[in-house]
């Protein structure tokens, strides 16, 4: 801009694309090696780190937007990241976005992504929720398209917005239930295909649809199971509403689902529980369920209402509070390492733990996760 012989000629150089604050930053990092970075300007230093050429101030700034990660802005991060071509940014988008795609596809940010990167994410096969979720999302993106293009929010104009991308929505795969009472009613489908749709469930001839038929794939949780072998005996493991607590860190960002639990080693049995995980003190997610065990050994899931993001080399608390007549199994021979897949477990003992559950023996055989 300055030098040589693509240099303006005006004294006084406009650079109407790069917001001041971005420019600023830039200009103190080229000048004094510092880099300060805050949530609200990181996408404007972004962007005048690339075009500028400036990499490893880019670099800092997708460090940042990674650790800021989370499933309110994975969305529109995921549209910035291929925008800026940063695919390890939009790898970590897409692990946030499959594990928690209900919270992600509810977020605001979603309704502010662009046309290509909605249709990215509709085609996704490891969205993991229910077909309607990604139906009223899509819905919620066209109403705000709308506005944004100034036209009136009617069925026809939403639409039209959507063009192809309302045809990626798996909207066969839902329930008749959650047809019937979501996208049916919606007014965005013609009566012809709303029609059609309720043949294709009902009748023995069905109609050639236009939306894809197969569900998607979702994800398949993982276990980490930390105990070498289980055990009962005629005292123990007893619930008195005491509460069985295990501390464990990651060694790389996992979303934990649930937990994986012993039942009553004295035939079916059914217990109450509480399940819990926190960071630091803080209740991150909590869930008061049911769950019938069968007289065996195996470990019985309980979930929480959605995926955990648990980020690296930090300790979290898992906790369940049982309540149940029968005596339970507990497992035996714990290990304090565990290697699942790409990820590594630790545990360590939990001051919350009053039932006896430690490292070495216990409940909360299985911690339940997406990496």
């Given at each position: ?188 489908l013609t009566l012809e ?172 055989p299985e911690l339940i996760?997406?990496?």
């Amino acid at each position: 801009m300055f030098y040589g012989d693509l240099a303006e000629v005006k004294s006084e150089i406009h650079i109407p694309d790069v917001e001041p604050a971005a420019f600023l930053i830039l200009l103190k990092y080229m000048y004094s090696d510092e880099i300060d970075l805050e949530a609200d300007t990181v996408l404007a230093t972004l962007y005048a780190a690339k075009k500028y050429i400036v990499p490893a101030l880019a670099k800092a700034c997708v460090n940042f937007l990674e650790t800021s990660l989370e499933a309110k802005n994975a969305c529109v991060l995921l549209s910035q990241s291929r925008l800026f071509e940063e695919p390890e940014l939009t790898q970590r988008c897409w692990e946030v976005i499959d594990a928690q795609a209900e919270m992600a596809l509810r977020s605001e940010g979603f309704c502010e992504i662009d046309w290509q990167t909605l249709e990215i994410i509709v085609t996704r096969e490891a969205l993991n929720t229910k077909e309607a979720v990604v139906f009223e999302a899509v819905l919620s993106w066209a109403e705000a398209e709308c506005k944004r293009q100034g036209l009136p929010v009617t069925p026809r104009n939403k639409r039209h917005v959507l063009g192809p991308a309302l045809y990626l929505v798996r909207i066969p795969t839902m329930t008749l239930e959650e047809f019937a009472n979501g996208a049916a009613q919606s007014d965005i489908l013609t009566l012809e295909e709303t029609h059609n749709i309720f043949l294709w469930y009902t009748a023995a001839n069905k109609p050639l649809l236009d939306f894809p038929l197969t569900k998607r794939k979702g994800l398949a949780p993982q276990r980490c199971h930390r105990f070498q072998s289980s055990a009962y005996r005629s005292n123990q493991w007893r619930y008195r509403g005491r509460c069985d607590s295990i501390q464990f860190a990651v060694d790389r960002r996992v979303f934990v689902a649930g937990l994986g639990l012993y039942g009553s080693s004295s035939g079916k049995a059914e217990y109450s529980v509480k399940i819990e995980l926190k960071r630091l003190g803080v209740v991150l997610a909590q869930n008061l369920t049911k769950f019938v065990s069968d007289g065996s050994s195996n470990t019985f899931s309980v979930w929480f209402e959605h995926p955990v993001q648990v980020e690296q080399d930090t300790f979290y608390t898992a906790s369940a509070v049982l309540d149940g007549s029968e005596l339970s199994y507990f497992g035996q021979e714990g290990m304090t390492e565990v290697q699942c897949g790409k990820v590594t477990f630790q545990f360590q003992c939990s001051s919350d733990s009053t039932n006896g559950t430690g490292v070495q023996g216990g409940q909360i055989p299985e911690l339940i996760f997406y990496a």
